[in-house]
């Protein structure tokens, strides 16, 4: 697996962004992981804001993008989504995707954990998202 994040930007504050996360490794299909949205902003820990399982059941959604962001998946192109509208400064981080085997995951607010992730798990590169007021 070979995460590569795409979408990220400078967008003004209530504006929206789509980023992505495309599979790059045609080898394996995203279809059996279950899949995450993480961001860090500057001098704060890595946080879990959206993830699936495998069976893509009840998403998970920190509270701080709840009503906010949604996370999709589309199997045929091997990428995952995260829609953000209603952005705020706040928003302000490096997005990271995340995935890890379905069979070691059984909850998608447990994938969410940024330590549920390793071992095992892969991450992409990130994106940057800032948000201007």
């Known amino acids: 697996v070979q995460l590569v994040e795409s979408g990220g930007g400078l967008v003004q504050a209530g504006g929206s962004l789509r980023l992505s996360c495309a599979n790059a490794?045609?080898?394996?299909?995203?279809?059996?992981?279950?899949i995450g949205w993480f961001r860090q902003a500057p001098g704060k820990e890595r946080e879990g804001i959206s993830c699936?399982?495998?069976?893509?059941?009840?998403?998970y959604y920190g509270d701080s993008v709840k009503g906010r962001f949604t996370i999709s998946r589309d199997n045929a192109k091997n990428t995952v989504y995260l829609q953000m509208n209603s952005l705020v400064r706040e928003d302000t981080a490096v997005y990271y995707c995340?995935?890890?085997?379905?069979?070691?995951?059984?909850?998608?607010?447990?994938?969410?954990?940024?330590?549920?992730?390793?071992?095992?798990?892969?991450w992409g590169q990130g994106t940057q998202v800032t948000v201007s007021s």
């Open positions: 490794n045609s080898g394996f299909t995203l279809e059996d992981y279950a």
């Open positions: 699936l399982t495998s069976k893509d059941d009840n998403a």
């Open positions: 995340a995935a890890k085997a379905g069979i070691f995951i059984d909850t998608a607010e447990a994938m969410c954990n940024a330590d549920q992730v390793a071992p095992m798990g892969y």
